[in-house]
Antibody
Framework: EVQLLESGGGLVQPGGSLRLSCAAS????????MSWVRQAPGKGLEWVSS????????YHADSVKGRFTISRDNSKNTLYLQMNSLRAEDTAVYYC?????????????WGLGTLVTVSS | DIHMTQSPSTLSASVGDRVTITCRAS??????LAWYQQKPGKAPNLLIY???GLDSGVPSRFSGSGSGTEFTLTISSLQPDDFATYYC?????????FGQGTKVEIE
């Protein structure tokens, strides 16, 4: 059974940093690209970042480019999101999700999410 | 950038109703579209991909259609478990875009 389990969320002050983790199990992690998708309170879904299976390619939404960095450790079956220079508008539940290889590259598995709150 | 617009934003319906949600793309996206269902406090759940393939375990009352710029998600007979928010999603060149969501409420 595929499982994705996020951790690392919490309360952080504006301008601060946080690192999210996503532990994957139940599939060959190193064979799949992975992504982060967030959802602000009461709002819709927003894609944040994605990384290829071998980490050669990393991609970020314009809203987080230059502040967030996605990475992975295939030996630990773990995905990361390093978030720096956090802003109030980054407050959201952050989901780890697995995109399929072919368009529309739908996300077939999602984690439960971890809440990040940026506030003073 | 391609924008995805869903309509309506909110839909009130009764159990047994046939429900249709529309997702329009700002330019042609061929058949590259997926649909998700999300219940409060839960992660989204994949329903349909590309744009009429039903994901494993999804009831057959759900169906998707469309191509180009206009796509629809149809629930043939609304069930109590279907009251939720629905999102469409498109992918293009390492960028994923979601519609703003359609909330299906009990009338």
């Amino acid at each position: 059974e595929v499982q994705l389990l996020e951790s690392g969320g919490g309360l952080v002050q504006p301008g601060g940093s946080l690192r999210l983790s996503c532990a994957a199990s139940g599939f060959t992690f190193s064979s799949y690209a992975m992504s982060w998708v967030r959802q602000a309170p009461g709002k819709g879904l927003e894609w944040v970042s994605s990384i290829s299976d071998t980490s050669i390619g990393t991609y970020h939404a314009d809203s987080v480019k230059g502040r967030f960095t996605i990475s992975r450790d295939n030996s630990k079956n773990t995905l990361y999101l390093q978030m720096n220079s956090l802003r109030a508008e980054d407050t959201a539940v952050y989901y780890c999700a697995r995109p399929m290889p072919q368009p529309p590259r739908e996300f077939d598995y999602w984690g439960l999410g971890t809440l990040v709150t940026v506030s003073s | 950038d391609i924008h995805m617009t869903q309509s309506p934003s909110t839909l009130s319906a009764s159990v047994g109703d046939r429900v249709t949600i529309t997702c329009r793309a700002s330019q042609s996206i061929s058949s590259s579209l997926a649909w998700y269902q999300q219940k409060p406090g839960k992660a989204p759940n994949l329903l349909i991909y590309k744009p009429s393939g039903l994901d494993s375990g999804v009831p057959s009352r759900f169906s998707g259609s469309g191509s180009g710029t206009e796509f629809t998600l149809t629930i043939s007979s609304l069930q109590p478990d279907d009251f939720a928010t629905y999102y469409c999603q498109h992918y293009n060149s390492y960028s994923w875009t979601f519609g703003q969501g359609t909330k299906v409420e009990i009338e």
